[in-house]
């Protein structure tokens, strides 16, 4: 295999599975027996001339469906005469959004590379779906992570596009607290069945009715490039509290970043609100908007529930399955709002202005700025904190080349920021003790294996990693790291140890 000497390019295709390739209507929908997204995966396009005559980007809006489902979510009670303006919005919506394009190269191949790549598995928010996050997700996969976007199935996307042609799913609206439960074991087991499924195409096993856009192999794509060993979990809102419940009692997640999490979504008596099986750590990315304490003095994120998982997080020596409690940080970057992590304004405010602050998704902070701060902190949480060989880590200290491009003409240089990230980190690293990092062998998970209990990872103290490390725990010399990646743009900071 060839080194990445530059950063990469990104591919993606969209995944579609059901047990035997058949479509499974609506009312039929099961969390282990349907499953689609889009698959992010770093790639040789643009790095290597004699790929990118072949391959063309991607548009932000794919088809009139997801214009029509964002459309709807934005006008689902239609009082007035806007019933009368939502068909023209739709198209309008559509024209924009199809003009778009997003800096990933649909059908590309995966690069060869001396490491495998690790996993992010990414859980939309209300009114999300797989295409609303590409700015995040591609300033990750630019830096060696294969990124897989759920869809999820469960009525919070604005709209889903379901397996083998059974039609769209569009937002069901606001349902009841029982209802919302539902929903939220649902989408926990999309994210376990998606895990299954990335870890047999890593093995290049075969799986009855997988199936990958664009006629690629999903025996092959990924087949020896993918690190099932080395897997976090993120996601926004509704997805932050979707992959922080899952991520609090299976440890085969070995660490989650839930940007601006509603925590209304968890269930009361879940481990991350009690007491975490997991040595998993934490990162939460609130936005100023969501977690600062509004003139009632509520925290809209659900600040109760919030305080109370900080509490069950942190970390205990001695637990049933060993240590439990991997510690979180808290990071609130200034001027942020709830829709800072998707793509509406990074994509779009710059030349629809008057469009975005029309909707409301305005921020007070610029979103070059907001987008790079963002992608850096997920970066130094990710990499100190996965199980990553030295290989891959070698892999991430490549230099980088200015010339790559990020999600428009109107960002700043995102490999540059990175590098920043990756010295502060890696400094941080060589600070830590020998103790503190793991060394041993984890137990890769099979295909249709139940995820539960606490030998899945082996992430527990004293156990450790053979050719691997990590920081097991967040521990109090991180804060350094999120202080030299965002400066003088933090609102809070605070690690639950």
Request: charged share 20%; glycine share 10%.
């Amino acid at each position: 295999m060839t080194a990445a000497a530059e950063p990469f390019s990104v591919g993606c295709c969209d995944l579609q599975w059901t047990p035997d390739g058949k479509v499974r209507s609506e009312v039929n929908l099961q969390a282990d027996q349907h499953l689609a997204g889009r698959l992010w995966y770093p790639s040789p396009v643009e790095t290597q001339s004699r790929w990118f005559a072949g391959y063309k980007k991607c548009s932000w809006l794919p088809s009139y469906k997801y214009a029509f489902g964002f459309t709807n979510f934005l006008f689902l009670k239609d009082r007035g005469y806007l019933k009368y303006t939502k068909p023209a919005f739709t198209s309008a919506v559509y024209a924009i959004g199809k003009s778009q394009g997003v800096p990933a190269y649909l059908h590309a191949p995966v690069s060869e590379c001396e490491a495998e790549y690790p996993l992010v598995i990414f859980s939309h928010g209300i009114g999300g779906n797989r295409i609303a996050y590409s700015a995040i997700i591609c300033s990750l996969v630019r830096q060696g992570y294969v990124v897989f976007s759920v869809e999820h199935a469960d009525g919070t996307a604005s709209a889903a596009q379901l397996a083998y042609g059974a039609g769209w799913l569009y937002y069901k609206g606001w349902g009841s607290e029982e209802e919302r439960m539902a929903q939220t074991r649902f989408r926990i087991g999309e994210v376990l069945t998606a895990y299954k499924l990335l870890s047999s195409m890593s093995r290049g096993e075969p799986v009855q009715g997988l199936k990958l856009s664009g006629g690629l192999s999903p025996n092959l794509l990924l087949k020896g490039k993918l690190d099932v060993e080395a897997v976090a979990l993120a996601g926004h809102s509704y997805g932050g509290a979707t992959v922080t419940a899952l991520c609090s009692q299976e440890p085969a997640f070995k660490c989650t970043v839930a940007l601006d999490p509603w925590w209304g979504a968890l269930l009361a008596d879940q481990a991350a609100l009690e007491q975490w099986k997991t040595s998993s750590p934490l990162l939460i990315m609130g936005s100023h908007r969501w977690n600062i304490p509004n003139s009632t003095g509520q925290i809209a994120c659900g600040g109760g529930r919030q305080a109370k998982l900080l509490q069950a997080v942190r970390y205990r020596a001695e637990g049933p399955n060993g240590s439990q409690g991997g510690g979180a940080v808290l990071l609130v970057i200034k001027g942020t709002a709830h829709h800072t992590f998707t793509d509406v304004v990074p994509y779009f405010h710059a030349r629809f202005g008057w469009l975005t602050r029309m909707l409301g998704f305005t921020d007070d902070i610029d979103p070059a700025l907001s987008l790079k701060l963002i992608s850096q902190s997920m970066l130094a949480f990710l990499n100190r904190h996965l199980p990553l060989t030295e290989d891959q880590r070698r892999l991430f200290k490549k230099p980088q080349t200015p010339s790559q491009s990020t999600p428009s003409g109107n960002f700043t240089d995102l490999a540059a920021a990175s590098r920043e990230m990756s010295d502060a980190s890696n400094q941080n690293r060589k600070q830590s003790s020998a103790g503190d990092h793991m060394v041993g062998q984890t137990n890769v998970m099979q295909a249709g294996d139940v995820v539960h209990g606490g030998t899945a990872n082996g992430m527990r103290a004293g156990k450790s990693l053979s050719g691997r490390t990590c920081e097991f725990r967040v521990k109090a010399e991180e804060r350094a790291v999120y202080e030299e990646v965002c400066k003088d743009h933090i609102a809070i900071l605070e690690l639950s140890l």
